[in-house]
């Protein structure tokens, strides 16, 4: 069912997945890759759970999708991370849920910003993370090219901001593109770019350059010692940073656990096997730990 809620005054758009029961049932928010919209793979996982007796709720971030807030599609995680709290707010106050058994599933970048949410909300009992990107300054600088490459991208974010705050303009380039040497991630992705797979209606495919300063300089590997909720890990050597999951998993605090299966990065996003995979091991760790 479409519902929404409050975020510091944004309203936000979600879609709540409740299974066919009588009685309260754990809940889990959902979250997907850097500027994505639930529709991309929020909702498959989404549903996914709610066929297995979790209430789930998949939602559009503040400025992104349906839901409202300016400037659109800038990626912040600060921003992100409020969202998801004032998610869980929602969940909590359902009555489909029962507010002692929360958990929450981040998928790639969502891994980051449940993780940071975690690591300051006791309400959340239980950590999922699949396909989990996970970065600090380190991995920051051999993802994008060293630190002089990093270190223009900061700059060309600033002005970016700077060029925002007088006009209120917002320099956007796509987020995937085999032409545009700007973009995001200027490779041939077929994820994004397949209309039968991400490359939907509901997603713009555009990045705010402004949006470059807090994402390169944002560490989700230092999170993990402040992390005390069971957490599973689903990856893979062939998908993004395997090496930023190994250092994350090692640091976390609390019981942990990581699945190492096959897939790339973008086949835990919509193929039947790794999404499978990913979903049934995540209903097992679940079932363990918000008993």
Same mark, same amino acid.
């Given at each position: 069912?479409?519902?929404?809620?409050?975020?510091?005054?944004?309203?936000?758009?979600?879609?709540?997945?409740?299974p066919?029961?009588?009685?309260?049932?754990?809940?889990?928010?959902v979250?997907?890759?850097?500027?994505?919209?639930? #529709?991309?793979?929020?909702?498959?996982?989404?549903?996914?759970?709610? #066929?297995?007796?979790?209430?789930?709720?998949?939602?559009?971030?503040?400025?992104?999708? #349906?839901?409202?807030?300016?400037?659109?599609?800038?990626?912040?995680p600060?921003?992100?991370?409020? @969202?998801?709290?004032? *998610?869980?707010?929602?969940?909590?106050?359902?009555?489909?849920?029962?507010? @002692?058994?929360? *958990?929450?599933?981040?998928i790639?970048?969502?891994?980051?910003?449940?993780?940071?949410?975690?690591?300051?909300?006791p309400?959340?009992?239980?950590?999922?993370?699949v396909?989990?990107w996970?970065?600090?300054?380190?991995?920051?600088?051999q *993802?994008?090219?060293?630190?002089?490459?990093?270190?223009?991208?900061?700059?060309?974010?600033?002005?970016?901001?700077?060029?925002?705050?007088?006009?209120?303009?917002?320099d956007?380039?796509?987020v995937?593109?085999?032409? @545009?040497?700007?973009?995001?991630?200027?490779?041939?992705?077929?994820?994004y770019?397949?209309?039968?797979?991400?490359?939907?209606?509901?997603?713009?495919?555009?990045?705010?350059?402004?949006?470059?300063?807090?994402?390169?300089?944002?560490d989700?590997?230092s999170l993990?010692?402040?992390?005390?909720?069971?957490?599973?890990?689903?990856?893979?050597?062939?998908?993004?940073?395997?090496?930023?999951?190994?250092?994350?998993? *090692?640091?976390?605090?609390?019981?942990?656990?990581?699945?190492?299966?096959?897939?790339?990065?973008?086949?835990?996003? @919509?193929?039947?096997?790794?999404?499978?995979?990913?979903?049934?091991?995540?209903?097992?760790?679940?079932?363990?730990?918000?008993?």
């Amino acid at each position: 069912m479409k519902i929404t809620f409050d975020s510091d005054g944004a309203t936000l758009t979600g879609n709540l997945y409740v299974p066919d029961t009588y009685e309260p049932t754990p809940a889990v928010v959902v979250a997907g890759t850097w500027t994505s919209v639930k #529709e991309l793979m929020a909702d498959r996982y989404a549903q996914r759970l709610s #066929e297995h007796g979790y209430t789930a709720l998949s939602f559009d971030f503040t400025g992104f999708g #349906e839901s409202e807030g300016e400037p659109r599609d800038v990626e912040n995680p600060e921003r992100k991370v409020r @969202d998801i709290h004032n *998610a869980l707010t929602f969940l909590a106050s359902h009555p489909a849920v029962d507010a @002692d058994r929360l *958990a929450a599933l981040g998928i790639c970048a969502a891994a980051m910003y449940m993780s940071d949410n975690a690591s300051r909300d006791p309400r959340v009992k239980s950590l999922v993370l699949v396909a989990p990107w996970l970065h600090d300054a380190a991995i920051v600088e051999q *993802a994008y090219g060293g630190a002089e490459a990093v270190a223009a991208r900061i700059s060309a974010a600033r002005e970016a901001r700077s060029r925002y705050d007088e006009t209120g303009e917002i320099d956007y380039v796509p987020v995937v593109s085999t032409t @545009d040497p700007r973009a995001a991630m200027p490779y041939d992705i077929d994820f994004y770019l397949n209309p039968e797979r991400g490359g939907i209606p509901a997603w713009p495919n555009r990045f705010a350059v402004m949006a470059w300063a807090d994402w390169l300089t944002y560490d989700s590997i230092s999170l993990a010692p402040k992390i005390t909720q069971p957490t599973l890990l689903v990856h893979s050597e062939d998908a993004a940073i395997p090496d930023g999951a190994r250092r994350f998993h *090692a640091g976390l605090a609390g019981r942990k656990d990581i699945l190492w299966t096959q897939g790339t990065q973008f086949d835990f996003y @919509d193929q039947e096997t790794q999404v499978t995979i990913a979903m049934e091991t995540a209903v097992a760790h679940f079932g363990r730990t918000l008993s």
